[in-house]
């Protein structure tokens, strides 16, 4: 007679319950998608058509429209003419300009001006452009704690053609309207290595938009160099500058490339800092 095979004894299963969660992030991915529409619009400079939001956007027709009309309910976007266009809404703008009403350009930038002193172990500059006559003005300044260095006063004002900051505002022009400040301005004579002829300005500005930064090489005074980079607007416009200035001793040839390196990365900090670009 057969004998049954033994039953082997194990833990019971354990009872399993499934729970139905929401989406995590769901609503997140609906802002981030809503935004990225925002942008989309913005960047068309006018009017769009939805289908070709939702190409860009990498959404169905549907889901783009979905956001359209949850946006404009709350006057962040509008529909116009007879295509039925998307552009910016009024709402968007009111937003937007609370932040142009809270930034401070020198509560920004101090710090950066401090550490830059810092890394580099020179004096750093902040500068403007004036647009009534075309000079970089100093408005902030980080000195350095060597005995011998840089010191200019707040409120100074550089020549456009033999300083950094003012080369990194000209770099940014055309040789049309280059041409144009140079009859209007003149090319004063500083030192012996001031560049004195509009064509070897305007190579030396070609030379900046490619490494850049700005180097003034004892062009605004003797023994002294200077590196630059600017500060853009919203717009995309130069208003600023940042410079690293020191006698040429310490600001050696094999420096120059580091020191440009370090004062790009501190103007594009700001840059997206106060401009948000």
Known sequence: MATPA???????????????????GGQVQSLTRGLRLLELIAESHGSVALTELAQQA?????????????????GFVHQVGDLGLW?????????GSSFLQ?????AIVHPLLRKLMED?????????????DYQAVIIDQVQCTQLMRMSAPIGGKLPMHASGAGKAFLAHLSDEQVTA???QKGLHHYTPKTLMS?????????????MGFSHDDEEHALGLRCVAAPIYDEHGEPFAAISISGPIARMTDDRITELGA???????????????R
């Open 6 to 24: 033994p039953v082997k004894r194990g833990k019971k299963p354990r009872a399993t319950t499934t729970t139905t969660s929401a989406p995590v």
């Open 58 to 74: 990498g959404l169905p027709n549907s889901t783009t429209h979905r956001l359209l009309t949850t946006m404009q309910q709350q």
């Open 87 to 95: 552009t910016i809404g009024s709402h968007a703008f009111v937003v």
């Open 102 to 106: 809270s930034r401070n350009l020198l």
């Open 120 to 132: 580099a172990g020179e004096t750093v500059n902040l500068a403007v452009l004036d647009l009534s």
């Open 181 to 183: 400040l140079l009859h």
């Open 198 to 210: 509009p064509h070897s300005l305007k190579e030396n500005l070609a030379l900046i938009r490619k």
């Open 262 to 276: 370090l004062v790009i990365r501190a103007a594009k900090q700001v840059t997206q800092t106060y401009s948000g």
